[in-house]
T-cell receptor, first 113, second 114 residues
Framework: EAGVAQSPRYKIIEKRQSVAFWCNPI?????LYWYQQILGQGPKLLIQ????????DSQLPKDRFSAERLKGVDSTLKIQPAKLEDSAVYLC???????????FGQGTRLTVV | AQSVTQLGSHVSVSEGALVLLRCNYS??????LFWYVQYPNQGLQLLLK??????LVKGINGFEAEFKKSETSFHLTKPSAHMSDAAEYFC????????????FGTGTRLQVFP
């Protein structure tokens, strides 16, 4: 079974630029999560989708971050414009449904300079 | 609200020695508790989880954890460390039934010396 796929693996951008990350969850998984992991900290949930609907986006900085999950499969996370403090690893995870084990992708490491 | 505290950002053990990684949680409802492992430049992999039932939970790679409600703890142990266990370990909690938002601790980096 293929795991959660994320791209790109690494991205370096200048502050105020825009960036987008892509996630392809495990086939058939209804729940999709985006986490932000800042160096030295545990992952923090940014947004959770159930199919193509948003379950929780309470910690998503909506003035600069946006995410969508069209058709309830792939998802993209966008930052516009980026700030230095956005430097982090962005992890995508999926689970068959809510309250079941979440499977994580390898993450995208973003460096904002 | 739920929170997790992991005592010790770094733990070093010799190969073959006992591994003990500490996790204390705070939850206003019966918690679901998890331990994840993260190898360099990799995502998180579930080691084990506690939802309900038996308080001693066995996971992959010889790890186990015991849920102690009276101590609000969920410490991770392994009787004999292996070099391949060197990684970052994260304890996480959810609010139980009705919410599946994972709240992670800050992590503990395990080093294993030969």
């Amino acid at each position: 079974e293929a795991g959660v796929a994320q791209s790109p693996r690494y991205k370096i951008i200048e502050k105020r630029q825009s960036v987008a990350f892509w996630c392809n969850p495990i086939s058939g998984h209804a729940t999709l999560y985006w986490y932000q992991q800042i160096l030295g900290q545990g992952p923090k949930l940014l947004i959770q989708f159930q199919n193509n609907g948003v379950v929780d986006d309470s910690q998503l900085p909506k003035d600069r971050f946006s995410a969508e999950r069209l058709k309830g499969v792939d998802s993209t996370l966008k930052i516009q414009p980026a700030k230095l403090e956005d430097s982090a690893v962005y992890l995508c995870a999926s689970s068959p449904t809510r309250n079941t084990e979440a499977f994580f992708g390898q993450g995208t490491r973003l460096t904002v300079v | 609200a739920q929170s997790v505290t992991q005592l010790g950002s770094h733990v070093s053990v010799s190969e073959g020695a006992l591994v003990l990684l500490r996790c204390n949680y705070s939850s206003s409802v019966p918690p679901y508790l998890f331990w994840y492992v993260q190898y360099p430049n990799q995502g998180l992999q579930l080691l084990l989880k506690y939802t309900t039932g038996a308080t001693l939970v066995k996971g992959i790679n010889g790890f186990e954890a015991e849920f102690k409600k009276s101590e609000t703890s969920f410490h991770l142990t392994k009787p004999s460390a292996h070099m391949s266990d060197a990684a970052e370990y994260f304890c996480a909690v959810t609010g139980g039934i009705g919410t599946d938002k994972l709240i992670f601790g800050t992590g503990t980096r395990l080093q294993v010396f030969p």
